[in-house]
Structure formats: C-alpha cells, structure tokens
C-alpha cells in the first residue's frame, strides 16, 4: 500500500519550454502533497505544500510563477516548470501524506528534468 | 524550527558488519521522526519511523533505530550489512502539525558503502 507514481520519469526539454510533473497517489487518498528538489548529492528542499482544492504554500525563495503546481484531486498534483532554463535541471521528487496520516509521506520515484 | 544533523557523509563498513548511521535532532516540540532510503535515480522509501509509544523502532530490512530524547538522537543501526543495503540514507524530523500543516525538515544524507 502507499503507493506514489510520478510520470514523467525522465525528460528533456529545450530552454523556454514549460514542462509538466505529474504525482498521483495510487491506493489511498492525499489530502497534502509535497513537491521536493534535490540536487546531485544533497538532501531534499521543499518547493512547496499543497492541499486538494487550495494555494499551495510555497517556500521562502521559490517562484510561485515558475513553478505552478495544481492539486485538483485527492489523487493528483502536477508541478509544471514554466519557461524552463537550465538551471532548472534537477531531480523533482513529489511526496503524499495521507487523510489523517501522522506525518509519514510516502514518495514517488522522481522525475529527472534536464533542460538543454 | 527543527533540524536535523546526521554525523558522516559517507560510511563503509564491510559485509556482514554492524551499520551505525547517525542522527541528532534539533525541536522545540515533540517530534516525529523518521529514517528513508534513496537508491539511485529513485524516490525516498520510509525505513521506519518513531511517533510515540516505544522508543525501539523496527523497521524493513532489519534496520531499526531507537529514540533518546536525552541525546535528541536516533540513530539507524542494522546488526549485519548486506551489499544491497549499499545506498544513501536519510534521517527527516517532523513537528506534530498544527492546522493540517506539518513540515519535515530533513538531514544531507548519509551514503553507506558496503565492501564485500
């Protein structure tokens, strides 16, 4: 159980093009989800918080512009990287924590951006 | 505000030997906490977690980790490594939440080699 899914797995873009993430929780409800970047051998930083059905938070010094994230259902939040530089090149990892979860997010395999 | 240390970046151990990785956190409230997996080009995998209750955690894998609040420590231990243990690991502090919000704050990371 606990199964999170993000889709692509992998992409590459040419710079100036938008590109869209999709996670979805698969066997159980998410009524927040987390969308994460890493960087090549670091931890995990938190882009932003979403709630089904409301804003996203985003953190300290991320551009709500740049990344727009849209979490219409209890199943399904997309990240879309607009007008992609490459700088943007990282590996976004989305995260799920389930209706009356304790904490623990359950998270999906990543999606490898790569803008050229 | 929370944070999380984890001692060591990278640790070798051999086959068959105890695995210590460390983590020491920092919170003003009680905390959840919890230790994940990361293999290569994948997403975090929850290895256990402490909420409340006792403070040995058992979690996959024969991994556990113990919570002592006098040492704001919980530190993963697993007595025998095994090769496929080989991989980077994360400790990750959560407050309790307040309002639906809760955030995890997590550790650099710490990648474990295993040497046959």
């Known amino acids: 159980g606990a199964v999170v899914s993000q889709h692509p797995s992998w992409v590459i873009c040419k710079s100036g093009t938008s590109v869209k993430i999709e996670c979805r929780s698969l066997d159980f409800q998410a009524t927040t989800m987390f969308w994460y970047r890493q960087f090549p051998k670091q931890s995990l930083m938190l882009m932003a918080t979403?709630?089904?059905?409301?804003?996203?938070?985003?953190e300290q010094g991320v551009e709500k512009d740049k990344f727009l994230i849209n979490h219409a259902s209890l199943t399904l939040s997309t990240l879309t990287v607009t007008s992609a530089h490459p700088e943007d090149s990282s590996f976004y990892i989305c995260?799920?924590?389930?209706?009356?979860?304790?904490?623990?997010?359950?998270f999906g395999p990543g999606t490898r951006l790569t803008v050229l | 505000a929370q944070s999380v240390t984890q001692l060591g970046s990278h640790v070798s151990v051999s086959e068959g030997a105890l695995v210590l990785l460390r983590c020491n956190y920092s919170?003003?409230?009680?905390?959840?906490l919890f230790w994940y997996v990361q293999y290569p080009n994948q997403g975090l995998q929850l290895l256990l977690k402490?909420?409340?209750?006792?403070?040995l955690v058992k979690g996959i894998n024969g991994f556990e980790a113990e919570f002592k609040k006098s040492e704001t420590s919980f530190h993963l231990t697993k007595p025998s490594a095994h090769m496929s243990d080989a991989a980077e690991y994360f400790c990750?502090?959560?407050?309790?939440?307040?309002?639906?919000?809760?955030?995890?704050?997590f550790g650099t990371g710490t990648k474990l080699q295993v040497i046959p």
């Open positions: 402490y909420t409340t209750g006792a403070t």
């Open positions: 990750a502090v959560s407050d309790r939440g307040s309002g639906g919000y809760q955030k995890v704050t």
């Open positions: 995260s799920a924590r389930s209706v009356g979860g304790v904490g623990t997010q359950y």
């Open positions: 979403s709630n089904e059905g409301s804003k996203a938070t985003y």
């Open positions: 919170s003003s409230v009680p905390p959840y």
